[in-house]
């Protein structure tokens, strides 16, 4: 797989299976799409390609309050590189000018200009141009390549999508988030020096660096850590820590069960098994390092019954 920043018409690449969206967490839906696309692809004699957005378009017009970011950019293509189903993708860079693109503009520049798009397949929802004016009409009647829209992709009745994981995984059910998902959530990020002071509780904490403002869930869960050393059990903390921090800055705090070293400066990936409560504030550090003493007993039972 490929990934281009920037113009692809610099690359002289050959015309395109083409699909276009966020696909932020690249859920079930997302995946059966891509599969859909490689199958239209094989009977067409064209490589697969993906064109998303960097940032994501609800964050370009959300301001001060966007979206939960299932995924960073580099999850993404990480979970698009294991999925082996598409050989571009596209980043596009989301700005005002790109916002303010009419839709046959957009059709002209992007989808023939630049990607050579011979097929297309997009979601039965997909709009785009500025005010959104494009849809399946429009693209269906342009005769230099053929557009195809994906049904919704049903998964135990709902419909898959990522709005759908983000409420899943706020309501704290990671378990109906994986099923949508595939796998458990995760959240990538590198180890940074924190305030230190899980280790004058006895808990010493991985710090990891969050990379986007607000993440899709909160609270304490038992998880799975996986460093350059291999993959280690854990209690984690996801949120604004009330006890011992009066910012707005969420913070991910992990505390490995029997694990003795040092990951600053790693990049660690931390996925989430299951929650075991809401986060509180306590009145005292005696009652936080109590409450953190049970979060521990209760996250071993836990894996012992896995």
Known sequence: MQVFFGNPQHFGLSPCALTIGNFDGVHLGHQQMLKRLRERAASHGLPTALLTFEPLPREFFSDQTPPARLSTLRDKLVFLQELAWVDYVFVYRFNQSFARMLANEFIDKVLLAALKTRYLLIGDDFRFGAKRQGDF?????????VTEAMPSVLIQGERASSTLVRERLGLGDLDAAATLLGRPYQISGRVVHGQKLGRTL?????????PHLRP????????????????????????????VSHTADYKLEVYLLDFDGDLYGQRVTVRFLKKLRDEVQYANLAALTAQIEADVTNARIYLTSL
């Open 202 to 210: 006895g808990f010493p904490t991985a710090n990891i660096h969050l």
């Open 216 to 243: 899709a869930l909160q609270g304490v869960f038992v998880v799975q850590m996986e460093t350059v050393t291999g993959i280690h059990n854990g209690v984690a903390s996801l949120g604004l820590n009330p006890t």
């Open 137 to 145: 009409a429009l693209l269906s009647a342009c005769t230099d390549f």
